[in-house]
């Protein structure tokens, strides 16, 4: 694989991971910056501080590739928000080119670059988040988001064909029961093959007063998978 460089910043990376593909041994890296802020974010010093912490050389990554390659099954793409980093295409068309299907993880705020790596056969599997309900997604992000962005990657991923998982972080004063089933009828709608929940875990968050809400009862989320499972296949993660 010749040399990866420029336009991407990789900064951190988990070299084997069996959580975040489901039935693949998994290199995981993390890409630094996002254009949200979602309070409950999980990887604050990628979105906040990406630009205080060093670059992992792209050199030592395709090092490590190359020597696992018989025994690690693909390569997670996370972030921060990878689509925001302009080298993203190279990045994946090097990986792609040593023989690694990619899953790529996103906001879903960019749906041109969606479009472009699935035309260009760059992703094999994207997981893309669906905040909340399209009238509360400043709330859950921090951020003015144009929903019809999200709207545009979410019918883009469905038409496609692509193996697509669609998932919610279910956060107390941020995803009520209410938004899941919104969403789960609006995922439904456009013939989603499947809706995962992810439990919200306080530490390490991006607003510290979000780190004092108290993670809804598993009871609670079981109750909302059953509900979501008579719109489309919903499971908790
Ligand atoms: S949780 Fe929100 S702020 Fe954090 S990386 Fe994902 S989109 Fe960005």
């Known amino acids: 694989m010749a040399s ?11 070299p084997i991971s069996m959580l975040d593909w489901e039935g693949k041994l998994a290199t995981v890296l993390f890409l630094g910056g996002c254009n949200l802020r979602c309070p409950f974010c999980q990887n604050p010093e990628l979105v906040l501080q990406a630009g205080d912490i060093p670059d992992i050389p792209p ?3 395709e090092k490590y590739l190359k020597e696992k390659h018989s025994w690690i099954d693909g390569c997670v793409i996370t972030g921060g928000e990878p689509t925001i980093n302009h080298g ?21 705020t960019r749906p041109r670059v969606l479009r472009q790596l699935i035309e260009k056969e760059l992703v094999d599997y994207i997981a893309m988040d669906v ?47 209410e938004d899941i089933l919104w969403i789960a009828r609006y995922l439904a709608r456009l013939n989603a093959s499947r809706y995962t929940l992810q439990q919200f875990r306080p530490d390490r968050v991006l607003d510290p007063t979000v780190g004092r809400i108290k993670p809804y009862p598993r009871g609670f989320l079981l109750s909302l998978v059953e509900e979501c499972n008579d719109f489309l296949p919903t499971k908790i993660r």
């Open 4 to 14: 990866l460089n420029g336009g991407f910043h990789i900064k951190d990376m988990t």
């Open 131 to 177: 905040k909340t309900s399209f009238d509360n997604y400043k709330l859950a992000t921090g951020s003015r988001v144009n929903t019809e962005t999200v709207k545009e990657s979410a019918e883009l991923l469905v038409k496609s064909g692509i193996e697509t998982e669609f998932r919610t972080t279910v956060v107390p004063g941020y995803t009520k029961g």
């Open 59 to 61: 050199e030592d990554v």
């Open 88 to 108: 993203l295409e190279f990045l994946l068309s090097r990986i792609k080119n040593s023989g690694y299907p990619i899953k790529l993880d996103t906001n879903g």
